[in-house]
């Protein structure tokens, strides 16, 4: 029986001895847990310059848009795409037929007009003796004055509704009115038109520039007369340099972008065609003070429900350092990163990357 309880005792021993190794063991490990590695750059003052790209639509500097004037059937379109046009030339007509009728109608009542305006007027001149000879009363005289009248004003209506039969007519033949160059179109012969309605569109002058809509964050800084780069996803190995021509003052159907036409200053735009998509890259400049704010990588930026911040690194010694998290506000987004307005300053060390794994005051490692 003693043997049986030396016996449990030393095992007991063992185990106990056993589990302080391994807890000793644990500590251990734990203590000697490698750190965090960050990497993470010093914050320095923006240059005041960067560059923002934004996609528009080549135009023809002098785009005419022809329309008809009447409605109707488009009877034929005799010119095409590309093709070179002058002015007073014949680009679309309308079905006349409507038209002719509605000038004959007119001629016809300007005609019956006419009659009725000479037998008025004979039966005035008429009356008019009678009463100088005392055959007519006063009354009659009256009469036949009055029905002459209406009658020349009858007239008068007629012959205005034959001008204007005869000028809808006219407007059945849609004219150049420049010499221009086909840029689209987009009805055929046989469709219906309304007035006012785009038959054909030409570009009539020699330049050609860029339209587009610029944010009302960066509106600001675009003036007129400022240079800008240009290319075009359709000929990708080349670029076209431009200025800006126009900066509306006012936003896009209530939209929160302003328009800016560019003008391609190249002397060589061969290959350009209206309707290509353009990318325009300008060189803009921070509002008022010269010096910008530091700007940092957007993934150095992160938000929670208290905010956007930073983590600021206090170093405590050679290659580590304690992390803080700074509350920053952010200004605009940039091609190479997020403007900081508010929350660091030059010089500050900030964590650039494996922010979503860091916490308050966390030691971290340096990397490169």
Not at 2 to 21: D, E, P
Not at 71 to 96: E, R
Not at 209 to 233: A, D, K, Q, W, Y
Request: charge should be negative; hydrophobic fraction near 40%; glycine fraction near 8%.
């Amino acid at each position: 029986m003693i043997c049986k309880l030396r016996k449990r005792f030393l095992i007991l021993a063992v185990g106990v001895a056993l589990f302080q190794i391994g807890c000793s063991k644990s500590e251990e490990e734990v203590s000697s847990a490698p750190l965090r590695q960050v990497r993470s750059i010093v914050v320095e003052t923006g240059t005041g310059i960067f560059e923002r790209t934004f996609s528009g639509l080549l135009q023809s500097s002098n785009q005419t848009t022809y329309s008809f004037r009447v409605s109707g059937t488009i009877k034929s379109i005799p010119v095409q795409v590309g093709q070179a046009i002058k002015t007073g030339q014949v680009i679309a007509t309308l079905d006349p037929a409507d038209y002719e009728l509605e000038v004959q109608r007119a001629q016809a009542y300007l005609a019956e007009a006419n009659s009725t305006l000479r037998n008025a007027k004979a039966d005035y001149d008429r009356t008019k003796k009678l009463y100088e000879a005392g055959n007519s009363s006063r009354s009659d005289l009256d009469e036949a004055r009055a029905a002459s009248e209406t009658a020349e004003a009858a007239t008068e209506v007629a012959l205005k509704s034959l001008e204007i039969a005869k000028r809808d007519l006219s407007y059945t033949e849609l004219k150049s009115q420049g010499d221009c160059k086909v840029a689209s179109i987009p009805l055929d012969a046989g469709e219906n038109v309304k007035e006012g309605e785009e038959v054909v569109t030409a570009d009539c002058g020699d330049e050609l520039e860029v339209e587009l809509n610029i944010p009302e964050s960066v509106i600001g800084r675009i003036e007129e007369e400022m240079e800008v780069v240009v290319t075009f996803p359709a000929i990708p190995k080349k670029t076209f340099n431009g200025i800006v021509k126009e900066v509306g003052i006012s936003s896009v159907s209530g939209k929160t972008t302003f328009p800016v036409d560019v003008l391609i200053t190249n002397d060589d735009i061969s290959g350009l065609k209206s309707g290509l998509s353009a990318n325009v890259s300008f060189k803009l400049g921070n509002l008022g003070d010269s010096e910008t704010s530091p700007i940092l990588p957007s993934f150095a930026v992160g938000e929670d429900q208290n905010g956007r911040f930073v983590f600021v690194v206090d170093s405590t010694e050679a290659g580590t350092g304690i992390v803080k998290r700074t509350p920053v506000v952010v200004g605009d987004i940039q091609e190479d990163g997020i403007e900081i307005s508010e929350g660091v300053e030059p010089g500050m060390r900030v964590v650039v990357a494996g922010v979503s794994v860091l916490r308050d005051g966390m030691e971290v490692k340096l990397g490169e």
